[in-house]
């Protein structure tokens, strides 16, 4: 791959005020927490329920796969963070991935420990691993840090919610109200730093977004819309569901875009 340009400031500026994303770095550290801190052993891994057989196996499959997905997402996250880390020219940046880097592995490592108590993987999202694919690839750190944590970051705390609420008195509860807390803090510093990087960026640099986000896009509507076959019984059920939530998630994108100052409109949506 090729190494990520950056158009602006030279390494180790002090021409630009870091402070925002320094405090995140402050802010993560004080909220980490670890793996043994979540009740396993007291909670069930994932909801039980009662009912013949059948219904248990295909439950806990249904499950197996939310977990599985998750699990997934977070070991792309652990690859992107790493790469944020060596590419980011400002040392508090820098800093600052340190712990980004940290949470997703810790991330993974709880989600390894679930996926296992809840007896093991499903069916890998393909759409996924090629998202996570393109951000590696893109050429600059500004398309990075958009893709990855104004965006994805901010997208999933919904969908933790969502599983949360619909899993009360287990540990994967427990870990998604966590998940909640720190990919919130992955957005804000993401749009913190995003907003430094974009100071001053020309034309040139929002028409590379634009284009990143046409690319992607259409991916992204695969992925969000894509049903394992564990979960394909409640697919026609939940597509509705999905394209709502797909809708909503593009929307957010391009407000936070707007947010940043990006002129957004020769993004093509693709719903
Ligand atoms: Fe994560
Ligand atoms: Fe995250």
């Known amino acids: 791959m090729e190494a990520a340009q950056h158009s602006e400031a030279p390494e180790g500026s002090s021409e630009r005020d870091l402070q925002g994303v320094y405090r995140y770095y402050e802010l993560a550290k004080r909220a980490e927490w670890q793996v043994r801190d979540l009740p396993w052993g007291d909670l069930p891994p994932i909801p039980e329920y009662k009912g013949s057989p059948q219904k248990l196996a295909r439950r806990r499959d249904l499950w197996r796969s939310v977990v599985t997905q998750q699990l997934q997402a977070d070991e792309l ?22 712990t980004m880097v940290q949470d997703e592995s810790r991330h993974t490592e709880a989600w390894l420990k ?5 007896g ?7 759409y996924l691993d090629q998202l996570a694919r393109m951000t590696l690839d893109a050429d600059t750190l500004e398309e990075k840090v958009f893709l990855m944590q104004v ?11 969502m599983i949360a609420r ?5 540990v994967l509860e427990d ?3 966590r998940l909640t807390i720190d990919d919130g803090i992955h957005h804000g510093a993401g749009m913190a730093y995003e907003r430094v990087l974009l100071e001053g960026a020309g034309k ?17 509507a695969q992925h969000a819309l894509w049903r394992p076959k564990a979960r394909e ?6 597509r509705e569901t999905d394209i709502r939530m797909l809708k909503d998630d593009l929307e957010n994108g391009v407000r936070l875009a707007k947010s940043l100052g990006l002129d957004v409109s020769e993004v093509q949506l693709p719903y």
Do not use: W
Not at 82 to 97: C, G, M, T, V
Not at 166 to 170: A, E
């Open 166 to 170: 619909s899993s009360r008195g287990t």
């Open 77 to 98: 996250a652990v690859e992107m963070a790493a790469q944020l880390f060596s590419i980011a020219p400002d040392h508090e940046a820098k800093l600052y991935y340190t």
């Open 204 to 220: 040139a640099m929002n028409g590379k977004l634009v284009a990143a986000a046409n690319r992607l896009l259409p991916l992204f």
């Open 233 to 238: 019984f409640i697919g026609a059920l939940m």
């Open 114 to 118: 679930l996926i296992h108590e809840a």
């Open 151 to 161: 965006f994805y970051e901010r997208l999933i705390i919904p969908r933790f919610r």
């Open 120 to 126: 093991g993987m499903a069916e890998r999202d393909p």
């Open 175 to 177: 870990l998604c109200n």
